[in-house]
């Protein structure tokens, strides 16, 4: 067996499930704990626990909690679908494809009639992760710091420009109407 401290690659034998629970990092199969990433091996006796601590970093994963950026993909009724790719402060971009779902009642907190009239396709969104255990992710911009940061118009397909609570395109001068965060235009995109 491997001791503690030692570096493990995915399928090391690491102990039996007799004796340890599988942590982070670690599973069990047939009776004995293996490892499923690469990193260093540490064991708590304490709680008969094997972890394994990675020596790369791992991509990382939404949690109910967290602030996203996403891009709005589609726009329907009751829901907006929205690509998420990034948690908010983390360096390291998610790993393939996270869909997250804003429902109308999670839009703003008074009373929303049309959805299409907070989101367009297009729009890059900061939204608050509220479920992770539906998929696609369930997402909230009640909050008011949360909201579109950036949004381009449906006729030209260029930025606009925040001018009080509306938008305006610097181009055709068409202006719209978003469920708008306090950092539109600035920030993180």
Do not use: W
């Amino acid at each position: 067996m491997v001791e503690d401290g030692e570096f493990v690659v995915p399928g090391a034998e690491l102990g039996y499930s007799e004796e340890f629970i599988p942590g982070e990092g670690a599973y069990e199969e047939e009776g004995k704990v293996y490892a499923s990433r690469t990193g260093t091996l540490v064991i708590d006796m304490k709680e008969r626990k094997i972890t394994v601590t990675p020596k790369t970093s791992v991509p990382p994963i939404p949690d109910n909690g967290d602030i996203v950026i996403g891009k709005v993909i589609d726009v329907k009724p009751q829901n907006a679908l929205v690509n998420v790719v990034k948690i908010k402060g983390v360096d390291r971009s998610l790993p393939g494809e996270v869909l997250g779902s804003i429902h109308i009642s999670q839009t703003r907190n008074v009373y929303v009639a049309d959805l299409g009239k907070e989101f367009r396709v297009g729009d890059i969104v900061l939204a608050k992760v509220t479920n992770t255990k539906r998929t696609p992710l369930q997402l909230s911009t009640v909050q008011k710091e949360l909201g579109v940061i950036r949004a381009f118009c449906g006729r030209c397909a260029l930025p606009l420009a925040r001018e009080g609570n509306k938008l305006k395109c610097p181009n055709c001068g068409r202006t719209e109407v978003r469920r708008l965060s306090p950092s539109y235009g600035s920030g993180e995109v």
